[in-house]
């Protein structure tokens, strides 16, 4: 067995000043990397260290006791020391006592291997592992290492980082092959850590080892850092696509729990879903599909087919009313939503902003990206006034910060950001005369409505059109029918509520799913309310009671709905 490279003081960017340092813990990690004990003569040959400088160093270092020498057979070992300070840094962040409970207990639940990873140098450490996936499983060993790029507990820790970390660490990662579905091109890396980051977890689908799947979540200190990743690791006989998902979910609590063991404030943007089944609705499952984060429904008249995305698959779907026929189309990045072309095909808002979109092959073609230089945002709902502009928001991927903004994109591509300072840029439209334009923010919970002028297309005179309990959920989607009333999508609400024009609640549609997402309005006579939901980070117990979730819904509506317009591009 070879000893691992570790790199020289000369390879490192040292602090003018301490190069004297940097020779010393050089040497402290040389001895700790050789496959046995060395000898002066083998860390002379290691280190190319003049004969005098090394002994100067072991010496001191002996000293420290960060080494000790092994007089019966002349070798040297790194001292107690190193476990003393070690035992210090766990007393202080002690993130394996706080994660043991709950890596017992996922290893119980999962039947799997379930290990607790950090970054260290560029590569994954696994700091603690619990197995019970019996002689089948996949183990883990303490100490061991693995690549970045196509481990789910390195993607997730890359995927968390901060912008400049991350950055930093791409640049100096070497995209080996290990299986052929190892991801080695820079730029699919990058869109499936922007797919990590909106999910909130990772997958690896026999990227690093054949045979063998994973999904890992991130576990945030006290300022909101990702110092660690949960992983559960197992055969993708035993893994489904579907229970990676799932688990996922499960791993995202988990992380939480463990987040909050070690004193950090866990981030979660939604309120905790009720789990109170709907027995009776009027709404029908017409498609149950299961999609991550359905989203962006829109009817195309002449087709008579309903377009919809799932973000996170990512996905384009044309789904048959009358013959319940839904046909899927992969993307290789985010997507967000799609709006008919006045010359025919479809506009895609994505990750890399708007782009044209062909259905039937799923070839995308750059039209403009307002957001190119803002690297964590991503565009969410977008829908065309009347003269064919597009309007539509953005929000970080993880839906951390208020970055998002509302743009207006022309025909020609040229735009303009209308408003800023929104967390999650959600649904939108306008009235049957055109003159107020309504927009949702889900985190404050509210739907604004603005005075609009088609001629200029300008908005002013924002105001709360309607505001949503944080106990009773989440506006989310939104579309207006042809009497002037809106209605949107309440996520974790179980339902959907039509406002009436001056913002009083006017009636409530339940749904037997938590989190439904959008709405549109479709058939031939405009009367049918095509909603679409998700199941993404609900856990399994909600899921178990709520198996629709992910599926498409439709329901008869009161009113007819309204044509949406056609992008001018």
Same mark, same amino acid.
């Given at each position: 067995?070879?000893?691992?490279?570790?790199?020289?003081?000369?390879?490192?960017?040292?602090?003018?000043?301490?190069?004297?340092?940097?020779?010393?813990?050089?040497?402290?990690?040389?001895?700790?990397?050789?496959?046995?004990?060395?000898?002066?003569?083998?860390?002379?040959?290691?280190?190319?260290?003049?004969?005098?400088?090394?002994?100067?160093?072991?010496?001191?270092?002996?000293?420290?006791?960060?080494?000790?020498?092994?007089?019966?057979?002349?070798?040297?070992?790194?001292?107690?020391?190193?476990?003393?300070?070690?035992?210090?840094?766990?007393?202080?962040?002690?993130?394996?006592?706080?994660?043991?409970?709950?890596?017992?207990?996922?290893?119980?639940?999962?039947?799997?291997?379930?290990?607790?990873?950090?970054?260290?140098?560029?590569?994954?450490?696994?700091?603690?592992?619990?197995?019970?996936?019996?002689?089948?499983?996949?183990?883990?060993?303490?100490?061991?290492?693995?690549?970045?790029?196509?481990?789910?507990?390195?993607?997730?820790?890359?995927?968390?980082?901060?912008?400049?970390?991350?950055?930093?660490?791409?640049?100096?990662?070497?995209?080996?092959?290990?299986?052929?579905?190892?991801?080695?091109?820079?730029?699919?890396?990058?869109?499936?850590?922007?797919?990590?980051?909106?999910?909130?977890?990772?997958?690896?689908?026999?990227?690093?080892?054949?045979?063998?799947?994973?999904?890992?979540?991130?576990?945030?200190?006290?300022?909101?850092?990702?110092?660690?990743?949960i992983g559960v690791f197992g055969p993708s006989s035993r893994l489904s696509h579907d229970r990676l998902h799932t688990t996922g979910r499960d791993l995202m609590a988990a992380a939480r729990q463990i987040s909050g063991n070690v004193g950090a404030m866990p981030m979660n943007i939604t309120p905790q879903t009720r789990?109170?089944?709907?027995?009776?609705?009027?709404?029908?499952?017409?498609?149950?599909? &299961?999609?991550?984060? =359905?989203? #962006?429904?829109? $009817?195309? *008249?002449?087709?008579?087919?309903? !377009?919809?995305? %799932?973000?996170?698959?990512?996905?384009?779907?044309?789904?048959?009313?009358?013959?319940?026929?839904?046909?899927?189309?992969?993307?290789?990045?985010?997507?967000?939503?799609?709006?008919?072309?006045?010359?025919?095909?479809?506009?895609?808002?994505?990750?890399?902003?708007?782009?044209?979109?062909?259905?039937?092959?799923?070839?995308?073609?750059?039209?403009?990206?307002?957001?190119?230089?803002?690297?964590?945002?991503?565009?969410?709902?977008?829908?065309?006034?009347?003269?064919?502009?597009?309007?539509?928001?953005?929000?970080?991927?993880?839906?951390?910060?208020?970055?998002?903004?509302?743009?207006?994109?022309?025909?020609?591509?040229?735009?303009?950001?209308?408003?800023? &300072?929104?967390?999650? =840029?959600? #649904?939108?439209? $306008?009235? *049957?005369?055109?003159?107020?334009? !309504?927009?949702? %923010?889900?985190?404050?919970?509210?739907?604004?409505?603005?005075?609009?002028?088609?001629?200029?297309?300008?908005?002013?005179?924002?105001?709360?059109?309607?505001?949503?309990?944080?106990?009773?959920?989440?506006?989310?989607?939104?579309?207006?029918?042809?009497?002037?009333?809106?209605?949107?999508?309440?996520?974790?609400?179980?339902?959907?509520?039509?406002?009436?024009p001056d913002g009083k609640r006017e009636r409530e549609l339940r749904l037997p799913v938590p989190r439904p997402t959008s709405v549109a309005f479709g058939g031939d006579d405009f009367k049918t309310m095509f909603i679409t939901t998700a199941r993404i980070r609900l856990p399994s117990r909600v899921l178990a009671e709520?198996?629709?979730?992910?599926?498409?819904?439709?329901?008869?509506?009161?009113?007819?709905?309204? *044509?949406?317009?056609?992008?001018?591009?």
């Open positions: 067995m070879e000893s691992a490279h570790v790199p020289t003081p000369e390879e490192r960017d040292v602090p003018t000043g301490a190069a004297a340092l940097a020779k010393g813990l050089y040497l402290l990690e040389v001895i700790g990397e050789q496959a046995s004990p060395p000898r002066f003569k083998d860390l002379q040959a290691a280190t190319n260290l003049s004969k005098g400088t090394l002994a100067r160093m072991l010496n001191t270092l002996v000293l420290f006791r960060l080494v000790r020498h092994e007089e019966s057979d002349n070798t040297y070992r790194l001292g107690n020391r190193l476990f003393e300070l070690a035992h210090r840094v766990w007393e202080s962040f002690d993130l394996r006592g706080a994660a043991t409970p709950v890596l017992d207990r996922l290893a119980d639940e999962t039947r799997e291997t379930v290990a607790l990873c950090s970054v260290d140098n560029n590569e994954v450490l696994y700091i603690d592992q619990k197995s019970r996936g019996g002689a089948f499983g996949f183990r883990i060993e303490i100490g061991r290492r693995a690549p970045l790029h196509c481990t789910a507990g390195g993607k997730t820790l890359l995927a968390f980082a901060s912008p400049h970390e991350r950055r930093a660490m791409l640049d100096h990662l070497p995209l080996e092959r290990f299986t052929d579905r190892t991801i080695t091109d820079d730029e699919a890396l990058v869109a499936d850590l922007a797919l990590v980051r909106a999910r909130g977890y990772a997958i690896s689908l026999e990227e690093h080892v054949s045979g063998v799947v994973s999904v890992a979540a991130p576990i945030f200190d006290h300022t909101g850092r990702a110092v660690a990743a789990t109170r089944p709907v027995a009776d609705s009027e709404a029908e499952c017409v498609l149950p599909w &299961g999609a991550h984060l =359905a989203e #962006g429904p829109v $009817w195309i *008249p002449h087709e008579k087919r309903l !377009y919809w995305v %799932d973000i996170l698959a990512p996905s384009v779907h044309r789904f048959d009313p009358a013959t319940r026929a839904n046909e899927e189309i992969l993307l290789p990045r985010l997507v967000s939503a799609v709006v008919p072309r006045r010359g025919g095909g479809l506009a895609a808002l994505t990750q890399d902003g708007l782009e044209a979109l062909q259905f039937e092959t799923g070839k995308l073609e750059p039209l403009v990206d307002p957001e190119a230089e803002i690297a964590d945002n991503r565009f969410n709902d977008g829908k065309c006034d009347r003269l064919g502009r597009l309007w539509a928001g953005t929000m970080r991927l993880d839906a951390s910060r208020a970055t998002g903004g509302l743009y207006r994109i022309a025909g020609d591509k040229t735009w303009n950001r209308m408003a800023n &300072g929104f967390t999650v =840029a959600n #649904g939108l439209d $306008w009235s *049957p005369d055109g003159r107020t334009f !309504y927009f949702a %923010d889900s985190v404050p919970g509210r739907i604004y409505a603005y005075d609009f002028d088609l001629s200029s297309g300008t908005i002013e005179n924002r105001r709360v059109f309607a505001e949503v309990d944080p106990n009773e959920g989440r506006p989310d989607g939104l579309a207006v029918d042809s009497q002037g009333f809106v209605w949107c999508a309440i996520w974790d609400g179980w339902c959907v509520r039509r406002y009436a709520a198996p629709f979730s992910g599926g498409l819904f439709a329901a008869p509506a009161p009113a007819a709905g309204l *044509p949406v317009s056609e992008f001018a591009g």
